[in-house]
Antibody, heavy 120, light 107 residues
Framework: EVQLVESGGGLVQPGGSLRLSCAAS????????MNWVRQAPGKGLEWVSY????????YYADSVKGRFTISRDNAKNSLYLQMNSLRAEDTAVYYC?????????????WGRGTLVTVSS | DIQMTQSPSSLSASVGDRVTITCRAS??????LAWFQQKPGKAPKSLIY???SLQSGVPSKFSGSGSGTDFTLTISSLQPEDFATYYC?????????FGQGTRLEIK
């Protein structure tokens, strides 16, 4: 089955760190660019970060630049998001999303998400 | 950044109705526009890409149109499972940006 499964969310104090993982299965992970998208409670969707298939091109939203790092391990079919200096406004469900092979930036597959709560 | 503005923000309709949601970009994005459906507590589901192309497996009751700055999503013959929140998203330029969402409710 083609799927993405996120993990690593939880409760963390402001200023703390957390590492999210996204496990891919059912497709050739190394051939696809990947993204992280988040959604604060009761709010809309916000794109967070992009990694090309080889990690040669990486982008971040201004709201996380300098604090978050996207990475991937194609041998392990996994995408990661290292989140440092966390703030209350980073509280959200974080989704892993696959770029369509023909349309960069269009997400054709989403994971179920993992909840990150930043609170003291 | 490109701002995406959806209208209306919420919409009440009845089963069997046909509804249209509008999305406007703050600058031209050609046809690099996608639509997503999201139900409470669930991940978004991809519906349409390239403004008018249907994602595999999505029923033809969903249709999209537009180019440049103005786009529409039309849903025909509404069924109970169609009541959800819909988002547009531009992928012409990074940072990728979404509309604020349109909540479609049962009248």
């Amino acid at each position: 089955e083609v799927q993405l499964v996120e993990s690593g969310g939880g409760l963390v104090q402001p200023g703390g760190s957390l590492r999210l993982s996204c496990a891919a299965s059912g497709f050739t992970f190394s051939s696809y660019s990947m993204n992280w998208v988040r959604q604060a409670p009761g709010k809309g969707l916000e794109w967070v970060s992009y990694s090309s298939s080889s990690s040669s091109t990486i982008y971040y939203a201004d709201s996380v630049k300098g604090r978050f790092t996207i990475s991937r391990d194609n041998a392990k079919n996994s995408l990661y998001l290292q989140m440092n200096s966390l703030r209350a406004e980073d509280t959200a469900v974080y989704y892993c999303a696959r770029d369509n092979s023909g349309w960069t930036g269009y997400f054709d597959l989403w994971g179920r998400g993992t909840l990150v709560t930043v609170s003291s | 950044d490109i701002q995406m503005t959806q209208s209306p923000s919420s919409l009440s309709a009845s089963v069997g109705d046909r509804v249209t949601i509008t999305c406007r970009a703050s600058q031209g994005i050609s046809d690099y526009l996608a639509w997503f459906q999201q139900k409470p507590g669930k991940a978004p589901k991809s519906l349409i890409y390239a403004a008018s192309s249907l994602q595999s497996g999505v029923p033809s009751k969903f249709s999209g149109s537009g180019s440049g700055t103005d786009f529409t999503l039309t849903i025909s013959s509404l069924q109970p499972e169609d009541f959800a929140t819909y988002y547009c998203q531009q992928y012409n330029t990074y940072p990728l940006t979404f509309g604020q969402g349109t909540r479609l409710e049962i009248k």
